[in-house]
Structures are given as C-alpha cells and as structure tokens.
C-alpha cells in the first residue's frame, strides 16, 4: 500500500508542475501583449525602401513616439483569426503535405522503404544519427529550410523507431540537424541573405567564419542526440516519450516491420515519383523562389501519382488524405494562434517601441559585451518575431549603425542576428515550425523543452564565444 501511495504522490507533484496546455500558453502570451498596450509608450519607424534589397526596413533614426492605441478585449479576440488568416499559408501547407503524405504511406513503400534501410544498418544503427543530421543540416546551411522539411518528420521518426531508437531521436535527425545548418547560415538566403544585404555587405561573405560555427555546433548537436539514442535503445524505459512508444506500437504493431516486406516494381515508381518530386522542390525554393504554395503543390501531386500508382482508388486517396490532415489539425491551429501575438504589437504600436527599448540598452558597454548584449536582445526579439527575414528587416537597420557607433563591424552585427534568430527557434512555442513539428510527431511542448533545452543553453553559450571571437578578430570585410 505504501508503494501506491508513493506512486499517487508522485502523480500529484507532476501534475502540480505540468506545463499549461500549448493553447494556454500562448493564449496567455496574447492577454499580457494586449495588457503592455495599455503600459508601453507607442512609437513607430518610419519605413523606407532601401536601395540596395529593394525591401521595406525602418529608418535607424526616425523613431518617434505616437499617440497610444491600446488593444481592446474584441481587438485581441479578432487577432486571433486575422493570426489564422495571415497565416493560412502554412497552416493549409501543414494540411496538404500532411494529407499528402498519408496517401503515399498508404501505399506502403515507405514501410517497406524503411524496413529495408533499418535492416541494412543492422549492428551499426548510431551512423543513422550523424549521417541523418548532416543531410539535413545542409538543407538549413545552403538552402535555408525550416518549415519546408516538416515533410521528412513522420519518415524520420518511422526510420529512427525501426532501429531501436524513438520520436525524440527522428524529430531530432530533421529538427535540431536542420537547425544546426540554419543557425550556421552558410548561404541561408532568407536569413543572412537579407541581412547582409541591409547591412550593405557583400552576399554571402564570410562564410569562412560560418563555416567554423558549423562544423563546431554540428558536432555538439550530433553527439547529444547520439547520447540520447543510445541510452534508449539499451534501455526503452528511459525514453522522454516511453508512454507514446508503447501507444504507438500497442496501435501499429512492431515497429521491427516483421513480415512481409518485399519491393514491388510499384514501390520502386513511388520511390521514384518521391525523388523526382523532392528534386522540384529544392530547385524550385532556391531557383525560382517558391514557397508554401507551390511546395504543398507539389507535394500534393506526388500523393496523387503515388496513389495511382498503387492503384488505390479516388475515394480511397480521398479518405487517406482527410485522414493525414485530421491528425494536424492541431499544429495549424498553433500557426495562426502565435501569430496574434505580433498582429496585436502591431496593432498597439509598441513592437517599434519594444525593439527600440532593447536596442538603446546596449550604447554605452564595452564592445564585447555590446555585442553579447546584441545577441542577446536578438534572443529576446525573436520571441516575439519568430520570423528570420521579418526580424532582419525590422532591426538591422538599427543595429546596424548601432555597430558603427559603437566600433563592431557590420558582420559580427549580422552574426549577433543570424544566431538570436536561429537558435531560439527551436525552443520558443511561438516558433510555428516547432509547433508544427510536434504536432505531428505527437510531442507535448513540455517533453520537447525537457529534452532540449540543455543543448539550448550549450547552443547559446557556444554563440557567445563565436560573438566574442568575432570582436575581437574584427570579423569582416568590414
């Protein structure tokens, strides 16, 4: 009886420290940004175009304050689905791809797929962690992926289960490896790109530097994941994510794939149409610009080819496609519900006034501790602009001549930006990619910032080494 008892306080004191539901969380953010609107003075930029991108950014030096427009309790209710409406392009990219993807596992090739991978890596299943990762960090370094990988998550986690490991790993493979090439931003045109561009230096320099960050917070990233593995698959009940496993497994079977799992020539065609349609997209992002719309395009395509390929019929591809969506209904809702949050800063007039508060902090430190402090308001900014070229526009041009006053060249400006932005996105629960991604892999927040956030702090601290070793060296061109 006194072990049960034990057990039931135990319940008691998880329950007492759980985190609030996603919903709760971010709810509560946009109650405290509507109350700040009543609080913090309104001010505003004026906007410009600059020359050199073509794009609109504020004028460094024409922040003036403006008669307050404090949100009321209807306007922060209708952000929420104007947040849906401005949104509607991921949360239905989320829905497509998703639908999409239930049609072409529904074929069965990717099961089969998978079997055959974790039977070839048999006895050497840690190679499946840094192999994954870089493949994966390279779609973030060169081609600025985020939210255009969520399509890999359900293959990642399905591949990672196969070899003894669990979700967290296969989040972990397209995730935190992602994230590591996007943090790096050797070419990541959506970050550094447009960041170097209002800072007027030439694109893509510097990679050199970048390279090193690379290669350095790859290889921590890899080995605290690969430390991770392996303690669940020497022992499952170690697992963040133990009671999902055994759900999943209780519903799907084995994850082993026992039985049958031989290729047909048609499971060879939906490799083939996958891959084709993989290729499409990478040319189509870099080359030709594309995003949600033209990818979730794509995607669904190959869905439907793959569909009759394995011969199943409309009304069938039709079920299995309301039956992918219905699984992420929660994930998109997520998008547009974080979303609020900026619309209501926006509306307010404080988000000028709250990048403005933060930045004026920094101007009168050392100019190493100025750059930490960069990085670090950064952090905070992204918080609230989770968005990597939004957040460019909307502080560079204050930092910017912020790093001229104050002796930092324009590239470690650019450095302090590119990792404030990069490496809180994926702990912060107004990140929708993240939001999104655990929604599919059905994650809690809280499990995710349990497991995460030791390599968050590592993340951190590691970028503020690089941040000080750009200073001092005088990191350039200039």
């Known amino acids: 009886m006194s072990s049960i008892k034990k057990e039931e306080e135990k319940e008691t004191k998880v329950k007492v420290f759980k985190m609030p539901h996603t919903y709760v969380l971010i709810f509560s953010i946009i109650i405290l940004v509507t109350i700040l609107t009543y609080i913090v003075p309104a001010g505003e930029y004026t906007r410009v175009i600059n020359e050199t991108t073509g794009k609109t950014v504020v004028d460094a030096a024409s922040f003036h304050?403006?008669?307050?427009?404090?949100?009321?309790?209807?306007?922060?209710?209708?952000?929420?689905?104007?947040?849906?409406?401005?949104?509607?392009g991921i949360a239905f990219f989320i829905l497509i791809v998703s639908g999409a993807f239930q049609i072409i596992?529904?074929?069965?090739?990717?099961?089969?797929?998978?079997?055959?991978?974790?039977?070839?890596?048999?006895?050497?299943?840690q190679m499946l962690i840094p192999i994954f990762m870089l493949l994966f960090s390279i779609t973030g370094a060169f081609m600025g992926f985020a939210e255009e990988n969520l399509i890999f998550i359900p293959?990642?986690?399905?591949?990672?289960?196969?070899?003894?490991?669990?979700?967290?790993?296969?989040?972990?493979?397209?995730?935190?490896?992602?994230?590591?090439?996007?943090?790096?931003?050797?070419?990541?045109?959506?970050?550094?790109?447009?960041?170097?561009?209002?800072?007027?230096?030439?694109?893509?320099s510097g990679i050199g530097f970048r390279f090193v960050v690379w290669i350095v917070v790859g290889v921590i990233s890899t080995i605290y994941v690969m430390r991770y593995g392996q303690k669940v698959r020497q022992n499952p009940e170690l697992s963040l994510v133990a009671a999902l496993e055994k759900k999943e497994e209780e519903e799907q079977g084995s994850f082993a794939f026992?039985?049958?799992?031989?290729?047909?020539?048609?499971?060879?065609?939906?490799?083939?149409?996958?891959?084709?349609?993989?290729?499409?997209?990478?040319?189509?992002?870099?080359?030709?610009?594309?995003?949600?719309?033209?990818?979730?395009?794509?995607?669904?395509?190959?869905?439907?080819?793959?569909?009759?390929?394995?011969?199943?019929?409309?009304?069938?591809?039709?079920?299995?496609f309301i039956e992918g969506s219905k699984q992420l209904i929660y994930g998109a809702l997520v998008v547009g519900i974080a979303r609020a949050i900026l619309i209501i800063m926006q509306d307010g007039m404080i988000l000028d006034s709250f990048i403005y508060g933060l930045s004026s902090q920094i101007s009168n430190i050392p100019t190493s501790l100025a750059a930490?402090?960069?990085?670090?308001?950064?952090?905070?900014?992204?918080?609230?602009?989770?968005?990597?070229?939004?957040?460019?526009?909307a502080t560079m041009p204050i930092m910017v001549p912020l790093a001229d006053v104050l002796g930092i060249t324009r590239q470690t400006a650019v450095l302090a930006y590119q990792?404030?932005?990069?490496?809180?996105?994926?702990?912060?629960?107004?990140?929708?990619?993240?939001?999104?991604?655990?929604?599919?892999?059905?994650?809690?927040?809280?499990?995710?910032?349990?497991?995460?956030?030791?390599?968050?702090?590592?993340?951190?601290?590691?970028?503020?080494?690089f941040i000080v070793v750009?200073?001092?060296?005088?990191?350039?061109?200039?």
């Not at 304050?65 to 509607?88: H, W």
């Not at 070899?163 to 490896?177: E, F, M």
């Not at 869905?303 to 019929?313: D, E, N, Q, R, V």
């Not at 750009?470 to 200039?478: K, M, N, V």
């Open 155 to 204: 293959i990642a986690i399905a591949l990672s289960r196969a070899v003894g490991y669990d979700a967290l790993v296969g989040v972990s493979l397209v995730t935190i490896g992602g994230a590591v090439g996007f943090n790096a931003a050797m070419m990541n045109p959506f970050t550094v790109g447009v960041a170097q561009g209002i800072a007027e230096l030439p694109l893509f």
């Open 470 to 478: 750009a200073t001092q060296i005088s990191y350039g061109p200039f």
């Open 372 to 393: 930490i402090g960069m990085y670090l308001i950064q952090v905070v900014i992204n918080f609230f602009v989770p968005s990597g070229s939004g957040q460019a526009a």
């Open 65 to 88: 304050t403006v008669d307050a427009k404090p949100v009321s309790l209807l306007g922060m209710l209708t952000a929420i689905p104007r947040g849906m409406r401005e949104a509607s």
């Open 419 to 465: 990792f404030g932005d990069g490496f809180s996105n994926t702990i912060i629960p107004t990140a929708s990619t993240l939001m999104a991604t655990l929604a599919m892999a059905k994650i809690s927040y809280e499990i995710w910032v349990k497991y995460f956030w030791k390599l968050f702090i590592i993340w951190l601290v590691v970028g503020g080494v």
């Open 258 to 320: 026992t039985g049958n799992h031989k290729l047909e020539t048609s499971h060879y065609m939906v490799y083939l149409t996958i891959a084709i349609g993989f290729i499409y997209i990478i040319y189509g992002v870099y080359k030709l610009g594309w995003y949600f719309n033209e990818i979730a395009a794509i995607f669904l395509g190959m869905g439907l080819i793959c569909g009759f390929i394995a011969k199943m019929s409309p009304s069938n591809m039709a079920i299995e």
């Open 105 to 125: 596992h529904a074929t069965g090739a990717i099961e089969k797929g998978i079997f055959k991978i974790a039977k070839r890596l048999k006895g050497k299943e």
